[in-house]
């Protein structure tokens, strides 16, 4: 089982192969944002990696990136990724401040769209 640490939360067990973003919610009980219900395109899902950034990337997240012009080293989309090894993470886009009313909507249990994988 990968362990998920979320800097200034704590370290948990997450089944392998779940998204980050919904580990980020359900495990480590977080406020991470994802208003388009984890589907690449709004970039609210925001997190920054200290460790064990994957060194693979699908296409859409690339694109959204690339459209929405974050360039930050280490900062992915959470709805793109999956735990399947141990990573930390700074959650950057949280539902705290952000002045939405809620995280976002429900996120599927396996990336959508479906994923096309290459490198960054």
């Known amino acids: ?12 067990d997450v089944p392998a192969g779940k998204r980050l973003v919904k580990a ?30 994957p060194e693979q990337i699908t296409a859409a997240e690339k694109e959204t990136l690339r459209v929405r012009e974050v360039t930050e080293p280490g900062v992915r989309l959470s709805c793109q990724i999956n735990c399947d090894h141990d990573m930390t993470v ?8 952000s002045g ?4 976002g909507g429900a996120v599927a249990d396996e990336i959508q769209p479906a994923p096309e994988w290459t490198t960054k």
């Open 1 to 12: 089982m990968p362990k998920l640490t979320v800097e200034n939360v704590g370290t948990f």
């Open 24 to 53: 980020l919610v359900e495990e480590a009980g977080t406020d991470q944002l994802h208003a388009c219900g984890g589907v690449s395109r709004c970039t609210t899902c925001r997190v920054e990696f200290v460790e064990g950034e």
């Open 90 to 97: 700074r959650v950057i886009s949280r539902l705290e401040g």
């Open 100 to 103: 939405r009313k809620d995280q």
